[in-house]
């Protein structure tokens, strides 16, 4: 199901209902661009320590916007053995242009060109997006609304208020009391900006919202004083509603933040990240109060790519590359669980996946994250009991079987392969970190000693001192490789790194030390000489 401006506030009270009877749900997001153009010390590398990361990254999603929200709400079905329903839905998702509010983002080519080939629908996300706020943006506005400070400030939104304004100041000419007249096409906040601004024009009018447009009627002063002072229309009323419109989906996302409902993603660390910064808070400088802050709202985390990438060497299942490819093992033979685990059902009006296959569609994918996510718990609890099939699964034993991996998120390209949001990171179990030391090959550059060994391995290189660098990469076998290739090599010495060895500030210290003893043992030795 395809959601959008158009529809979202009629849809509000259903998917209120189904997150709040829901056993998890899946999530997934398309963006308009991943990642900035950083370079040098600023790119992105295993060399990084999660904090370090955080603050790169922390860039990226200041730069870019969510085009598109994927959830796929999953809910044990009553008196159905092991058997789920999910309900799918796709949300494009526009920056709220309201008041003070007119977002900057940036789109990268690639991420658009990976998006169309996808068959992304741009004119659905430009024309209908889903506006949205974060809480400090919502603060202002609420202010500036509230106090009377509000004013129409967007050129767009001045030219089409002029415009109606206009037109209706030439009907009203001709009007007599009573008579009324429509203006289409104007839906959203707008319909509520737009019969606000009129009212507060014209003293002789009066609106009504319809489902052709907005109503103008024109109508006494005194029948005009009645109706503004009735209960429900009252001037405070239509400023709440104008807000709690323009909010659009931060609304739905405070609601599901309000399930505190398992939340299930797949490599979903950039998916959080703009959860945080588009509908909670502008992303903090503190990496550990950005993991506080996603904790207390969603205190239960599940990413499936941590939990396969831990079981996939161990079942002997085929490498996979992405979650599409994940899920297909699991509903192949080569499960061995596949005839006894959960069987899933999609909802009416969520039909389209049952035979169309649409990868990186955000509500596919997120439906995707949900079965992956069963199906493991599943092949994890026949595991345990050594029995197959497992006698009445129930979605509590499967956060049981996969509590090791609650809250554990997968960390691409950094010093860690993943972040623990409920607790300290885990210490890193990356390749050790080689040393380059270089030879008769005077003015080399990082970009160069990385297109030397890019044919054997790829490694991250960072420059030690002027003649060595460090090499990193996240595949054991490839520093072995290249510690075995380039063994007695006359130009390129490769060694494991020693920090109290090679490090030149322990050096330094070291040569420091060395100069203050040595000078203090002649003192020693001439002072006692003397007379």
């Not at 629908?121 to 609420?142: A, D, S, T």
């Not at 607790?423 to 080689?434: E, F, Q, V």
């Not at 003649?467 to 990193?472: A, G, H, P, Y």
Request: aromatic share 12%; with cysteine; net charge neutral.
């Amino acid at each position: 199901m395809d959601v959008g401006a158009d529809e979202f506030e009629e849809s509000l009270p259903l998917l209120q209902e189904l997150v709040q009877e829901a056993d998890f749900v899946g999530l997934d997001i398309e963006f308009t661009g991943l990642r900035s153009n950083l370079s040098g010390p600023q790119q992105i590398s295993l060399f990084d320590l999660p904090s370090e990361w955080y603050l790169k990254t922390r860039q990226s999603v200041q730069q870019f916007t969510i085009c598109q929200i994927g959830l796929s709400v999953f809910s044990a079905i009553e008196g159905e053995a092991n058997k789920y329903i999910a309900h799918s839905c796709n949300f494009f998702l526009f920056p709220t242009t309201f008041g003070i509010l007119d977002s900057e983002f940036s789109f990268q080519a690639s991420s658009v060109q990976f998006l169309n080939q996808y068959g992304f629908n741009y004119n659905k996300f430009l024309k209908n997006g889903i506006p949205y706020m974060n809480e400090e943006q919502e603060k202002k506005i609420r202010h500036d609304i509230l106090t009377g400070n509000w004013r129409v400030r967007s050129s767009p939104d001045k030219d089409q208020i002029k415009a109606v304004i206009d037109k209706v100041t030439r009907w009203l000419d001709l009007a007599k009391e009573g008579d009324w007249m429509t203006l289409p096409g104007i839906a959203g906040f707008q319909a509520f900006e737009v019969q606000l601004v009129l009212r507060q024009a014209l003293p002789d009018i009066w609106t009504v919202l319809k489902d052709e447009g907005v109503v103008v009627k024109k109508v006494s002063k005194q029948h005009r004083w009645y109706l503004q002072n009735t209960s429900c229309d009252r001037e405070s009323c239509w400023k709440e509603k104008i807000l709690l419109s323009a909010r659009g989906f931060s609304v739905f996302f405070q609601m599901l933040v309000k399930a505190q409902k398992p939340l299930v993603g797949h490599n979903m660390m950039m998916d959080l990240l703009h959860l945080h910064e588009k509908f909670f808070r502008p992303l903090p400088e503190s990496y550990n109060q950005f993991k506080q802050n996603i904790h207390s709202l969603f205190p239960v985390l599940i990413d499936t790519k941590n939990v396969t990438k831990d079981i996939w060497k161990e079942m002997n299942f085929p490498r996979v590359s992405n979650l599409s490819e994940v899920y297909e093992v699991l509903n192949s033979d080569l499960n061995p669980t596949k005839n006894s685990g959960p069987e899933i059902v999609h909802a009416s009006r969520c039909e389209k996946y049952v035979k169309t296959k649409c990868p990186h569609e955000a509500a596919y994918d997120a439906f995707l994250c949900g079965s992956v996510l069963l199906k493991v718990a599943h092949l994890l609890l026949q595991k345990i009991h050594g029995i197959d099939p497992v006698p009445e699964s129930s979605f509590p034993q499967y956060l049981d079987v996969l509590a090791p991996y609650v809250n554990q998120v997968n960390l691409i390209r950094a010093g860690v392969p993943k972040i623990n949001f409920s607790g300290p990171d885990y210490p890193s179990i990356r390749p050790p970190i080689l040393i380059l030391s270089i030879k008769r090959w005077s003015g080399v550059s990082e970009q160069q000693v990385y297109h030397k060994f890019q044919n054997l391995c790829k490694f991250d290189v960072r420059r030690l001192t002027r003649s060595q660098f460090l090499l990193l990469t996240n595949k054991f076998k490839d520093a072995r490789n290249v510690l075995k290739e380039y063994r007695g090599h006359p130009t390129l010495c490769i060694s494991l790194y020693r920090y109290w060895r090679h490090s030149p500030d322990v050096n330094c210290v070291l040569q420091v030390c060395g100069i203050v003893t040595a000078w203090a043992l002649l003192a020693f030795i001439f002072g006692r000489s003397g007379p």
